[in-house]
């Protein structure tokens, strides 16, 4: 099997595609929790510690010279970071709760055991007088 042959018999797999709108659909959705934590919940909490902006924190390591820019350590922008991730993941971990508690009340149906066949009730018949005579003998 040829190089071409195997990944497109790998890209067509329905657990790829899946995959991959799973990647489409997680970015998008990293984007909008994203603008919800920068521009909806950080704005209250900068607002509670007297008006500041965690974009803006900073602190300047190196002045800027006439041949180099100022060197400055972006705390705010990693706090900023750290906010979205643990929004992000509590939104992801409450929707796989909600999937998960769904799955549970799925109970799947109930599959009723076909009735033996007549060859089977026969050999069951069979091997049962077989098992008499040996316990016979």
Do not use: H
């Amino acid at each position: 099997m040829s190089v071409i042959q195997e990944f497109k018999q790998f890209a067509m797999r329905g657990n790829v595609i899946d995959m991959a709108v799973g990647i489409i659909v997680g970015g998008a959705f990293g984007k909008i929790v994203s603008s919800f934590v920068a521009d909806v919940v950080t704005p209250p909490i900068g607002l509670l510690l007297g008006g500041v902006d965690f974009r803006g924190l900073a602190v300047t390591l190196k002045e800027a010279t006439a041949s180099s820019p100022t060197v400055t350590l972006n705390y705010g922008t990693f706090i900023q970071t750290v906010i979205d991730f643990t929004i992000i993941a509590f939104a992801i971990f409450m929707a796989i709760k909600a999937m998960n508690t769904l799955k549970r009340q799925e109970a799947p149906p109930a599959v009723e055991e076909p009735a033996p066949s007549r060859e089977e009730i026969l050999l069951t018949e069979i091997r049962d007088l077989l098992r008499q005579r040996e316990c016979g003998l």
